[in-house]
């Protein structure tokens, strides 16, 4: 079964403001896809709307299930998603608890929550960080700790929105490992176009809200001319 498929979908923020305009694509099980664009250009928009947070025309199918309110939860045990800003996802008095609650929420006995949270907690380097509050985290470790929220539910589907921001090197390559190893499908957007290289079994190019380019990373990344049309630099080869 297709993981995402999106036809045709059109969104604008309640402002109206345009985000994503006529966008089809369809992503299979196990890929790799990352999306790159300038500023602006809808990648968020498309996360969103593959999750559900933005209702527009035209259709997004997850696993089979079109992206309705109806079916929100049964997308959210399908697919999990990391915001942009980490703070969105973090409300919890600790760590611990925030990243626990997803697996609270789906039923799972204690003792499978405590596993699942010290190894999501463990994963991403925060084993140390579990009884403090988010808030007094670093920014870096605010990004791992949003992660970890989504790793604890072990979703068949994972978005990833700027994954690698405010992360120092050493944390931005454990991360790159990381997601190389997962098995699950990936959507990640990204400005980091040595990030975006790394990871992608495929290149998605977004800008102006439509898709300008989809491909594998070879192709669109080293295209100096498309790139640099699109505001953006090619990676350190
Ligand atoms: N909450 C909002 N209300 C109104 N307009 C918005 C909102 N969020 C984003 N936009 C607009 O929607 C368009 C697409 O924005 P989006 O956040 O999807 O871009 P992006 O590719 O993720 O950019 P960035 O690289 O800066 O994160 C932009 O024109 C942006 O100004
Ligand atoms: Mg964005």
Known sequence: MTAIDIKDFSFHYPDGTPALNRVSLSIEPGEKVLLIGPNGAGKSSLLLAMAGFAQGTGSV????????????????????CCLENPDDQLFMPTLFEDIAFGPLNMGL??????????????TVGLADKAHKPPHHLSAGQKRAAAIATVLSMAPRIITLDEPDGSLDPRRRIELQTLLKSLTQTLVIATCNMNFAYALADRVILVDHGQIVADG?????????ALMETHGLELPAL
């Not at 199918?61 to 997308?75: Q, R, Y």
């Not at 594998?216 to 100096?224: E, K």
């Open 61 to 80: 199918v997850v696993e089979g299930l079109k992206v309705t309110k109806k079916n929100l939860k049964a997308i959210r045990q399908v697919l999990g």
């Open 109 to 122: 006995s204690q003792a499978e929550i405590e596993q699942r949270v010290t190894q999501a907690l463990t």
């Open 216 to 224: 594998t990373a070879q192709t669109i990344m080293t295209d100096r």
